[in-house]
């Protein structure tokens, strides 16, 4: 079962850097800076490649910096699945004994200390209110009278 995981996350990431790869005004493949591997924490281990890309050089010439894709997947370093756990246990609990739940009971090292549940609590309540209010719309607070 680990090795069929391992195989389809190594491909839905491989897919989707490679779909990144392109530049979005000339459609070429923009520069690799580098290419390391990434372990984002997730309820399973499963080792991922995590190229960096350069800017287009014919669409931004000059430009300095990389970005992982991977990073757009995995903000936090989390999969969205272990970030929704984690922000349902720290807003059900002290954060604390939300850390020792979590290192109790996931196949995962016990890297989650507090202050990891209180920032991703926190962090998925901010986008939460900004999906709400995006989808929302000034006219929905005006009509609830907030």
Same mark, same amino acid.
């Given at each position: 079962?680990?090795?069929?995981?391992?195989?389809?996350?190594?491909?839905?990431?491989?897919?989707?850097?490679?779909?990144?790869?392109?530049?979005? =005004? $000339?459609?070429?493949?923009?520069?690799?800076? =580098?290419?390391?591997?990434?372990?984002?924490? #997730?309820?399973?281990?499963?080792?991922? +490649?995590?190229?960096?890309?350069?800017? $287009? #050089?014919? $669409?931004?010439?000059?430009?300095?910096?990389?970005?992982?894709?991977?990073?757009?997947?995995?903000? =936090?370093?989390?999969?969205?699945?272990?970030?929704?756990?984690?922000?349902?246990?720290? +807003?059900?609990?002290?954060?604390?004994?939300?850390?020792?739940?979590?290192?109790?009971?996931?196949?995962?090292?016990?890297?989650?200390?507090?202050?990891?549940?209180?920032?991703?609590?926190? #962090?998925? /309540?901010?986008?939460? =209110?900004? +999906?709400?209010?995006?989808? +929302? /719309?000034?006219?929905?607070?005006?009509?609830?009278?907030?």
């Amino acid at each position: 079962m680990a090795a069929l995981q391992s195989a389809v996350v190594n491909h839905e990431a491989e897919t989707y850097a490679l779909f990144r790869r392109v530049c979005p =005004d $000339c459609h070429t493949f923009r520069p690799a800076k =580098d290419y390391t591997t990434s372990d984002p924490k #997730r309820l399973g281990a499963v080792e991922v +490649s995590n190229p960096r890309w350069l800017p $287009c #050089r014919e $669409c931004y010439p000059g430009t300095v910096g990389a970005f992982a894709p991977l990073k757009e997947i995995c903000p =936090d370093q989390a999969t969205p699945e272990l970030m929704e756990l984690t922000a349902r246990l720290g +807003s059900m609990m002290p954060y604390r004994q939300a850390a020792k739940v979590l290192a109790e009971f996931l196949p995962i090292e016990p890297t989650e200390k507090h202050a990891t549940v209180r920032k991703r609590t926190i #962090r998925i /309540g901010e986008r939460l =209110d900004v +999906s709400i209010t995006t989808e +929302s /719309g000034p006219w929905f607070f005006a009509q609830k009278g907030l």
